[in-house]
């Protein structure tokens, strides 16, 4: 007698594996098997030497359903834009001097709240609130390339 047994977990995949070799079967006084070894749960559902194969390998789902198939495709993760971290002395250094007055005078437009922040930060980090101000005006004032090159990590 051979069989084949998985018994899956909750989320569909294979848990436990049982099998004639592992989990012999009863036998009558002959030494013949007559039925399957009762320690292998009810809830453990028979299998091909195929699906056998494709558990081995996580190939192998029980769909909701009660289905034997193949596990569905997992969700795509989307990794959200890495944070930029630009120290400001690297933007200073950047730019040219005519570069840094512009950006001086266009600063003076804003309110006393972004000057301020925007004198006293270390960095400048893409994650925070007046990122896009400072790549509009550096796109305003010095076109997309240029606002790119320095605004890069």
């Known amino acids: 007698m051979q069989y084949k047994l998985i018994k899956f977990g909750p989320e569909g995949y294979p848990l436990f594996y049982y099998c004639e070799m592992t989990y012999p079967p009863v036998t009558n006084e002959e030494g013949e098997a007559i039925t399957v070894n009762p320690d292998i749960p009810a809830d453990a559902h028979a299998v091909t030497d195929q699906q056998w194969q494709d558990a081995q390998s ?12 193949v596990p569905p495709e997992p969700e795509p993760i ?10 400001a002395v690297t933007l ?5 001097k005519k570069e840094a007055a512009d950006i001086e005078a266009a600063m003076e437009t804003q309110d006393a709240r972004s000057r301020n ?37």
């Open 58 to 69: 996580m190939k192998l789902w029980l769909s909701p359903d009660g289905e034997i198939t």
């Open 78 to 87: 989307e990794m959200p834009d890495p944070v930029v971290i630009l120290p």
């Open 92 to 96: 200073w250094e950047r730019t040219s």
């Open 117 to 153: 922040i925007f004198r006293t930060a270390t960095t400048f980090r893409s994650d925070h609130e007046l990122w896009p101000l400072l790549e509009q005006m550096a796109t305003e004032l010095f076109g997309e390339a240029r606002a790119a090159e320095l605004l890069a990590a």
